[in-house]
């Protein structure tokens, strides 16, 4: 007498697929771990670029080394959208020699002004204070 009886066709076959799915993404999440990889090590570059800017039709990058050149200089830690725009403001010094410090001091203030609609457009500003009492 037979004690074991034979698995039912069709639950085999969803093991099966199962199976099949499960080593389908196993593969995949290799290959995202080696391409994470890739991008962790390309970041870890000095010359690897983290951010570019168009200002004024002047094109500006930002590499890691220059980021990492500046935290070392500054006395306490800042935040990387500072550090950015630390960097363009002394690139975009050194691109545009022949202003004035009025000119260049006003071009900053539109940059600063630029910036702040912006975050404010995305959410992440607050146009007038009293709007941060709203939601207290």
Do not use: F, W
């Not at 391409?35 to 930002?62: F, Q, T």
């Amino acid at each position: 007498m037979n004690t074991t009886s034979p698995m039912n066709p069709p639950l085999l076959e969803t093991i099966q697929n199962l199976q099949g799915q499960a080593e389908r993404l196993e593969h995949e999440a290799a290959l995202l771990r080696r391409a994470l990889a890739r991008v962790a090590e390309s970041l870890a570059d000095p010359r690897a670029i983290v951010a570019c800017y168009d200002i004024e039709g002047e094109h500006y990058e930002i590499t890691r080394g220059e980021i990492d050149a500046l935290q070392r200089r500054m006395i306490k830690l800042r935040t990387q959208e500072t550090l950015h725009e630390l960097i363009l403001a002394h690139k975009m010094a050194a691109q545009q020699p022949h202003r004035s410090r009025q000119e260049a001091v006003a071009a900053l203030d539109q940059m600063i002004e630029a910036s702040r609609k912006a975050a404010i457009a995305d959410g992440t500003a607050l146009d007038h204070e009293y709007e941060a009492a709203l939601n207290d």
